[in-house]
């Protein structure tokens, strides 16, 4: 039997498809995405090798982190090119909130001035989360030189028949650049000689086969605290903390000599505004637990919370001026 049909009922039900309504379900979903992020553990890629200060520092965080936002904060360490292997990882991978990086000095404002083929783009990859460290650099010496300040280290590398060396972790790395800035600065006749790494720049020293070698303060402090290095002055704007009693370079004459490694949180480009906003959250509140603040600090290093507008811009900032100091100092790594 037919029914007759009614004559205000719709035979079909209405298509949804204008753009107010796709707009709304896009907001509807990452609402939804936000709220329940995360709900696996977050892999943080590092790209040096472990035991490094930029590995402590991503772990020291990473802990906190993780406890913060329920769920676990996985260091994966890919090291390999200053870290450009990891910026190329991080780059690649999907803007999830799931993968970060900590990116460095020379991964984002010294590499791509230097490396003429790179996989990343150091503004347009990537997401700024928050800056999270800085670290002065500490300007050791080799202790059979009887040196103790940097006024005679300049006197002594400025003798004029004699060629002195400097070490370095590498090429390009800013311990490599602050040594090329003091050669510059005083005129002297230095010679750089790169290493593998960080100790073996400084076991150099140790030796007197380098005269003087810029290095983090976590990397250096304890051989000066063990007199197998001699420490003149720190490469930052004021004093630091984790050694108060050493000048800065600027008190000891250079003026305008300021050299500050960093370590930051990066997202790949694309990711919801959503979820940086939650892990620039949680990064902030990592930073100000009193035990990850004391452990950083011990470290020689400062703990530098920022939002995520402020990081860009500092980002953009150091980009351009260690772009002028690679020019000047004429490296390129194919």
């Avoid at 004021?238 to 300021?258: D, H």
């Amino acid at each position: 039997m037919n029914l007759p049909r009614h004559p205000s009922r719709p035979t079909r039900l209405p298509r949804f498809r204008t753009p107010l309504f796709g707009v709304l379900l896009l907001l509807s979903a990452l609402g939804a995405q936000a709220q329940n992020f995360p709900n696996k553990p977050i892999r943080l890629v590092v790209g040096f090798a472990p035991g490094g200060s930029t590995d402590k520092l991503a772990r020291v965080l990473g802990k906190r982190m993780g406890e913060l936002l329920g769920q676990s904060v996985v260091v994966e360490n890919r090291p390999g090119a200053a870290g450009n292997l990891a910026a190329e990882v991080v780059a690649s991978a999907p803007a999830d909130g799931y993968t970060l990086f900590m990116t460095t000095l020379s991964s984002q404002a010294i590499n791509p001035h230097i490396y003429s083929k790179l996989r990343f783009d150091p503004a347009k990859s990537f997401e700024p989360i928050s800056l999270v460290a800085k670290y002065p650099l500490l300007l050791v010496v080799a202790p059979q030189l009887k040196l103790n300040s940097v006024q005679e280290l300049i006197a002594y590398v400025k003798k004029a028949d004699q060629q002195s060396f400097f070490s370095s972790a590498g090429t390009g790395s800013p311990a490599h650049l602050a040594g090329e800035m003091f050669k510059a600065r005083t005129g002297a006749n230095l010679q750089h000689v790169p290493y593998k790494g960080g100790s073996p720049a400084l076991l150099a020293v140790m030796s007197n086969e380098a005269q003087f070698a810029f290095e983090t303060i976590p990397s250096a402090l304890g051989q000066t605290r063990g007199g197998k290095l001699k420490p003149l002055a720190v490469s930052s704007d004021k004093r630091s903390s984790a050694a108060p009693e050493l000048p800065t370079l600027q008190e000891e004459g250079l003026q305008k000599f300021v050299v500050t490694s960093w370590a930051g949180l990066v997202a790949p480009a694309g990711t919801p505004r959503d979820l940086l906003d939650r892990l620039n959250q949680a990064t902030q509140q990592a930073l100000n637990t009193p035990t990850v603040h004391a452990a950083l600090v011990a470290d020689g290093a400062e703990p530098a919370g920022s939002s995520s507008a402020e990081f860009a811009r500092f980002l953009a900032q150091e980009f351009n001026a260690w772009g002028d100091v690679v020019r000047t100092a004429q490296i390129k790594l194919d």
